[in-house]
């Protein structure tokens, strides 16, 4: 154990294998493990730098690990793959990890706490429960639709939807088809009232913690995306730029360069698609709300939307935001207008 310089890890449900190197990348031994003996091992054994792919229950380990005082990296799937060798298998997967760990140009993943994990479990509940509803009351739509009656749309309709199918369900709705569409109602409220308190509880959290209060004295960013910031994103000292960070949502052009000839073409995706979709979101009301006072919005913006389409200049607009939050989290600064628009 004393000439172990790195374990690689393949965490999986219950059978975890271990894969040990030395300084120079010599392999010293392979472990397989149970998930009892798994938790025992990495207690037991001396501190040492423990790399571990970014998948299902690696954070927790991570935790454990950093606990008992070893050194954690964690890396994307998507960067240990080009050094798995042939076939498939827990052993052949611990070894490339190790070996991915080695490189000096790996990009790694920070360790989230506890109450990043459970920040995001929220933030996912709430986005599942809206996704649901929508599914339901599209689902009851639907069925009404074929008795000639139709339903308003929208989500911010969903109260006076209610009504208007509670009252359609009693009059002008089959006797067999009654119970069916109130299943859907009961449904859709209660999960409405999960979403509420989920939204209060958000809403509350927004108001008492600094770093999302200063998130949202920017325009457009709400307590919903200053939560994904939160639960989402590592520390902004990892990223050295407001570009990386912009990078890391996704929010900048993709790149197919050749022969000194640089060719650009849309944004990667290739990021944080939560935080990029809420900031995109946001962009896209800063637009609408430019045509509705085009004397108080930013001349930046405006120019854009008469060069470039309305789509290309919000997502040009969320690339902004990222990398003036990032300013804002690194400096601990609030949210300041500047020029014209102020």
Known sequence: MTDVHLIGIDIAKRVFQAHAINEKGETLWQKKLSRTQFDKFIREIPATLVAMETCGGAHHWGRVAQSVGHEVQLI?????????????????????IAEAATRPSMKFVAVKSETQQSRSARFRTRELFVRQRTQLINALGGHLLEFGIALPQGQNSVQPL???AEAAVQTQVPRPMQPIARTYIRQIIALTE???????????????NTEMKRMQSMPAIGPITALAVEAFCPP???????????????LVPRQNSTGGKRKYGRITK????????LLIIGAMSQIAASKRAPERADPWLLDMLKRKPRLVAGVALANRMARRLWAMLKTKRDYEIQGAAA
């Open 194 to 208: 999960q979403i509420t308190a989920y939204e209060k509880a958000l809403r509350k959290e927004a108001r008492e």
């Open 236 to 250: 902004m000292q990892d990223f050295k730029t407001g570009r990386n960070f912009a990078a890391w949502l996704g």
């Open 270 to 277: 290739m990021g944080q698609r939560d935080i990029r979709r």
């Open 162 to 164: 209610l009504r208007n």
């Open 76 to 96: 994307p799937p998507q960067y240990v793959k080009p050094y798995v060798r042939r076939h498939k298998s827990d052993a052949i997967d611990a070894a490339a």
